[in-house]
């Protein structure tokens, strides 16, 4: 195994990665989440595998267009 020596961020350059999310274009309905440093859907984006897009104006992820679901 490889050990790479990584230099863990500085408190300034995580304060910079936080704005930069918090300042990024998001769905109005979308929640900020300090844990996950992100915004966050008000509804679970689905599991089964298949892609979802985010449809503001429902609300509720929708099935990727033309997107084979056998």
Do not use: C, K
């Not at 966050?40 to 267009?65: C, H, M, R, S």
């Amino acid at each position: 195994m490889i050990e790479e020596n990584i230099t863990p961020p500085t408190p300034e350059q995580i304060a910079q990665v936080r704005e930069a999310a918090y300042n990024a274009t998001h769905p109005a309905s979308w929640v900020w989440n300090e844990d996950a440093i992100s915004w966050v859907a008000p509804v679970a984006q689905p599991t089964d595998g298949f892609p979802y897009l985010w449809d503001e104006d429902v609300n509720n992820w929708i099935p990727f267009p033309d997107f084979p679901r056998n």
